[in-house]
C-alpha cells in the first residue's frame, strides 16, 4: 500500500478534483469576474478581495508572482479551520515541506534534506523580520518551544530557495516569515482554551487595542501542559532491565510564552519570551532508560525595537535595534556505576546565547523601474557560551565562553525592465572573524508572458556558518574542536511556472537543482581517532515541487500538492537520510450550512524514510480533520479536531544522540478549543475604532 | 556516525491500474478547459486593478463636491486617469451606464501636464510619481479628489492612497487635504480607512 500513495494521488486524485474544480467552479467564478459584479460589492466587501502578496522575498510588499521565489503563503483562517496546534504542525502543511520529531524536538525538512540533529539551521526564520535562528546552534525551536502562541499569527510567508543574498547565514534552503496579528486585530480581551488527548491544556489571553489616536497595543500569554504519552513503548529498550521498553510518565512538556507588541507612527517594539521544559522519555546519549530525570528547558526571547518610515517622500528607512536571549539546559541520567541503581550522575550541559542586531535597510524607487534596497547588519554575539559537567562528583568537561561580531552589507535591484519583464538582482557580504568574507548573490528573472502567467527563472548562492556547538563543543576525550571549519554553501537553479485561471484557482511548478558543498558533518581526525567537526560532504539535491489552489464561492478551498524529490551525496552516490522521495498532500476546506461552521480536511502521505543503518520507516499516510466555526455564538469561536484519524502507526528516522534508529509517534488524537472574545464595547465609552467596526464613533 | 547508504534506484511506475484511464481522461479534458480559459485571461484587465477600479468607482460614492464645482445640474463626474492606464477597459464597463449623485461618470486620459482642474477625481498612475508635486501644485485650490496607490501618497498631500494589508486592497485617507480642497469625505468611509491623517477630533460627515 505504501509505495501506492504517490501514484493513486498522482493519476486518480489531482486530474479528478482539478477537473471538479475547472468544472463546478467554473460558473460561479466566471461571475465574480464580471465587473458588474464588482461593481455592487460594497466597500467593506472589496476589502475582503485577496490580492496575494509577500513581504520576505525581496524585504518590500510585492505581489507573489513578482517575486524572486517559489512561496506558499498560511493565514490565520487556515490556522484556525484545520486546527494547527503549533507552527510545526503550520510547516508540516505547506507543500514540499515535512516535519519530524524525536519527542523533544521538531525538525524540518525540505529540498530533499532533512537535518534532524541540526535543530533546523538550514532554514531561517523570522518573526516581523526579526531573526529566530539563534547563535549557539543557529537552531530554531518549532513546536511547543516556539515563541509565538499559534492564535498570535497572522500570516506565515513561506520563501523556497536560497535567501542570503538578502538575509545571509542559514537562509539556505528557505526563509520562513511569520507574521504577527496586531492590536487592531482583536479590540478587545480574547480567552482561550484548549483541552486535548493525553492530558494537554493550553489557555491564552490577548489584549489588543488600537485606538485611532495613540500606539496599538498587542499582550499575550499562554501557558501549556501536557502529561505526553503516559506508557511509551520502544522495542530497543525490551528487556527485564529496562522495563520490558516501557517508559512510563516521561514524555510530559510545560511551556509558558508571552508576547507583546506597542506601535505608534512607524516606531514598532516588540517582545516575545517562551520557556519549555520537555521530559526526554527516549534515553538519549545512553542516558537511563525510564528516567524522567533526563530533561531538557529551552528559552529563547528577544526585544526589537524598530523604525519604519519615509522621508523626504521618496527615501523608505528601516532601521532596527535588538537583543536576543537563548538558553538551554539539558538534564542527562547517567548509570555511571553500571549497578542500574541510584544513585545516578547528573551530567549538566548548558548553551547560553546573547546578542543584540542592529540593522539599517533603506530602499527606494529610481525612474520608476528600479526598486532598490541597501542594507547593513551587524550582530554583536556578546555570548556564545556552552558548559558541561557531571554533578556528585562534580566534574566539569567543558566550559567555553565565546563572543564574536558579524557584520554584512547588501545590496538589491528589482529593476522592471519591461511591464511583462522584471529582474531581481541581490547581493549580500557577510564577514565572520572564524573564516572572513563570504559573497552570495541572488538574480531572478521573471517574466509575465501574459497576466495570469509567471515565468521565474531563479539563479542563487546561499551559505550557512559553522555554528559555536560545531566550533568549540569538545569533551575533551572523545571529541575534539575543528575551528578551521568553512561555511557551507549552496548554488541553486530554479525554474517556477505560475499559473491562475478563472478568478481564484492557482498552480505552481517548481523544478529546482542544488549543489551543496561543505556539508559540516561528524567525522574522524585519522591523527588521533578522535570525533570532530569536518566539511566533508557534497550533497546535490534536485527535484520537482507541483500545487494547485482552488477556492469556491461560500468559502470552499483546496490544496493539492506533491513533491519529488531526490538528494544524494556527489561522491559515494549515498541517499539523504530521513528524507522521503515524495511528499503528496490534500487539503480542503468545506463551510456547513449551519453557523458558520466549517471542515478542514487534511491529508499528508510522506513515503518511507532512511534511518542512519540504511533501513526504511514508512511511508505512511496522516489524516486530521477540524471542525470549526468562528462563531458559535455572539464572541464565541470553537473548533474540535482529530488528529492522525486514521490511527496510523508511524516513525520518524533519528540521528539526535538516540539509539533507537527511529521515534515512534502518537496515535490518534483529539481536541476541543474554545475562544472567547469580549465585546469591544469594554473600552469605556471613548473606544473606536477597528476596521470593520459598524457603529458610528461617539 | 554512517549517515548515508545507498538505495534502489527509483522504482519504475508498474502499477496504477484502475485509475490510470479515468484519471488520464479527466487530465486531458481538465487541459482543455484550462486552455480556453488561459485563452480568455490574457486580454484581462489585472484582478488588483479590476478591483481598485471598484474602490475608484465607490468613493465617489462617499465624497461630496462643492455644488460650484460643477458647470449646471447636468454636468458630468469628470474622472481623469493620470499617466499610464493601468485599468484597461475596467474602469470605462465599469461606469458605463451609471450616475452618481444623479451625475453621469465620464473616464478620460490625461498626462500630467494637461490641465486637470477640471476634473472631481483623479486616478493618479504609478508613473507620475515625479510629477507628483507638479500635479498637486497644478490642481491647488480646486476641488478635486486625488486617488493614488504608492504608500505614503497621503504624505505627500494626496488624499486617498491604495495600500495593501494583508494580501488585501485597502486605502488610506489624508482627510486634511480633503478639507483644504471642500471636500467632504463621509464618515463611513474614514472608518474603513487604515490610516486617517486628520486634525478634527471625530470625523464629521
Known sequence: ?698 | MARKRRIRGFAAPELFRIGRPLGMALAILSLVVLASGVGRAQKDVPFEYRIKASFLYNFTKFVTWPPKTFDGDAAPLKIAIVGDDPFGSALDDLVSRTAIHERKLVIERRNWNQDLRQFQVLFISRSEQRHLDAILSGIKGASVLTVFEIEQFSARGGMIGFVFVQDRVHFEINQDAAIQARLAISSRLLTLATNLRSQSTSPGD
Open chain 1, 1 to 698: 500500500m505504501a509505495t501506492q500513495g504517490p501514484k493513486w494521488f498522482w493519476f486518480t486524485a489531482i486530474p479528478a478534483i482539478f477537473f471538479c474544480l475547472l468544472i463546478f467552479d467554473g460558473p460561479a467564478l466566471a461571475q465574480q469576474q464580471d465587473p458588474q459584479d464588482l461593481k455592487n460589492m460594497s466597500i467593506e466587501d472589496l476589502m475582503q478581495i485577496k490580492v496575494s502578496t509577500v513581504y520576505g522575498a525581496s524585504k518590500f510588499v510585492q505581489k507573489i508572482t513578482d517575486a524572486p521565489s517559489y512561496i506558499t503563503i498560511i493565514t490565520s483562517e487556515e490556522i484556525l479551520k484545520y486546527g494547527y496546534r503549533t507552527f510545526a504542525d503550520v510547516l508540516q502543511s505547506v507543500p514540499g515541506f515535512f516535519v519530524s520529531n524525536d519527542r523533544n524536538y521538531s525538525y524540518i525538512g525540505t529540498r530533499g534534506f532533512m537535518g534532524p540533529g541540526s535543530y533546523n539551521n538550514r532554514l531561517l526564520i523570522l518573526i516581523n523580520g526579526h531573526r529566530l535562528n539563534e547563535n549557539v546552534y543557529d537552531g530554531v525551536y518549532i513546536q511547543t518551544e516556539f515563541p509565538l502562541d499559534i492564535d498570535l499569527i497572522d500570516r506565515v510567508e513561506v520563501i523556497r530557495g536560497p535567501g542570503s543574498a538578502l538575509y545571509g547565514t542559514d537562509a539556505f534552503f528557505a526563509v520562513i516569515n511569520v507574521i504577527t496579528k496586531r492590536g487592531g486585530d482583536f479590540n478587545s480581551v480574547e480567552v482561550s482554551g484548549d483541552a486535548g488527548s493525553l492530558n494537554t491544556y493550553r489557555g491564552r489571553i490577548t489584549y489588543g487595542r488600537k485606538p485611532k489616536r495613540g500606539p496599538e497595543v498587542l499582550l499575550s500569554a499562554t501557558y501549556y501542559h501536557s502529561l505526553g504519552n503516559p506508557r511509551l513503548f520502544f522495542p530497543e529498550f525490551n528487556s527485564p532491565e529496562t522495563n520490558n521498553g516501557y517508559a512510563v510518565n516521561a514524555d510530559g512538556t510545560k511551556f509558558d510564552s508571552v508576547f507583546g507588541s506597542v506601535e505608534y507612527r512607524g516606531l514598532r517594539l516588540e517582545a516575545a519570551f517562551v520557556s519549555r521544559d520537555k521530559v526526554v522519555p527516549t534515553a538519549p546519549y545512553d542516558t537511563v532508560f525510564n528516567n524522567p530525570g533526563t530533561r531538557t528547558l529551552d528559552q529563547r526571547g528577544y526585544m526589537d525595537l524598530s523604525y519604519d518610515h519615509v522621508f523626504d517622500n521618496r527615501w523608505k528607512i528601516l532601521a532596527r535595534l535588538a537583543y536576543d536571549r537563548y538558553y538551554y539546559h539539558g538534564v542527562y541520567v547517567y548509570d555511571t556505576s553500571g549497578t542500574g541503581q541510584p544513585p545516578y550522575v547528573l551530567n549538566q550541559d548548558f548553551a547560553e546565547g546573547e546578542w543584540w542586531t542592529t540593522q539599517l535597510d533603506v530602499s527606494r524607487t529610481f525612474f520608476n523601474k528600479h526598486h532598490v534596497t541597501m542594507g547593513t547588519e551587524e550582530r554583536f554575539n556578546t555570548k556564545q557560551n556552552q558548559w558541561n559537567y557531571d554533578l556528585l562528583p562534580y566534574t566539569v568537561y567543558l566550559n567555553d565562553h565565546r563572543s564574536s561580531v558579524v557584520g554584512s552589507l547588501y545590496l538589491q535591484d528589482q529593476y522592471e525592465i519591461r511591464p511583462d519583464l522584471i529582474l531581481s538582482a541581490g547581493l549580500r557580504f557577510d564577514h565572520y572573524q572564524t573564516f572572513g568574507g563570504t559573497l552570495n548573490p541572488r538574480i531572478a528573472l521573471i517574466y509575465h508572458p501574459w497576466e495570469k502567467s509567471a515565468f521565474k527563472l531563479i539563479f542563487g548562492r546561499a551559505f550557512r556558518a559553522p555554528n559555536a556547538y560545531e566550533l568549540y563543543y569538545s569533551d575533551s576525550t572523545s571529541t575534539e574542536v575543528n575551528q578551521g571549519l568553512k561555511p557551507e554553501t549552496v548554488k541553486t537553479t530554479e525554474l517556477v511556472y505560475d499559473q491562475s485561471f478563472l478568478t481564484h484557482a492557482h498552480l505552481v511548478v517548481s523544478g529546482f537543482y542544488n549543489s551543496s558543498n561543505n556539508f559540516i558533518t561528524l567525522g574522524v581526525d585519522p591523527g588521533n581517532g578522535l570525533s570532530r567537526f569536518m566539511n566533508s560532504d557534497n550533497v546535490t539535491g534536485k527535484g520537482m515541487e507541483f500545487e494547485l489552489n482552488g477556492e469556491w464561492a461560500h468559502g470552499w478551498k483546496a490544496r493539492l500538492a506533491d513533491t519529488i524529490q531526490d538528494s544524494h551525496d556527489s561522491q559515494s552516490g549515498a541517499t539523504e537520510f530521513a528524507s522521503p522521495r515524495h511528499l503528496p498532500k490534500i487539503n480542503l476546506i468545506a463551510p456547513l450550512p449551519w453557523r458558520k461552521f466549517s471542515v478542514g480536511i487534511e491529508g499528508q502521505y510522506t513515503s518511507r524514510l532512511m534511518t542512519t543503518q540504511g533501513s526504511f520507516v514508512g511511508g505512511f499516510m496522516l489524516a486530521n480533520v477540524t471542525l470549526s466555526t468562528p462563531e458559535l455564538f455572539k464572541g464565541l469561536s470553537a473548533s474540535f479536531s482529530a488528529y492522525n484519524l486514521l490511527d496510523k502507526h508511524y516513525a520518524y528516522p533519528t540521528n539526535n544522540g538516540n539509539f533507537q534508529q527511529s521515534i515512534s509517534q502518537d496515535l490518534r488524537g483529539l481536541r476541543l478549543k474554545l475562544t472567547y472574545r469580549f465585546p469591544d464595547s469594554i473600552f469605556s465609552g471613548r473606544c473606536c475604532g477597528t476596521k470593520n467596526r459598524n457603529s458610528k464613533p461617539d
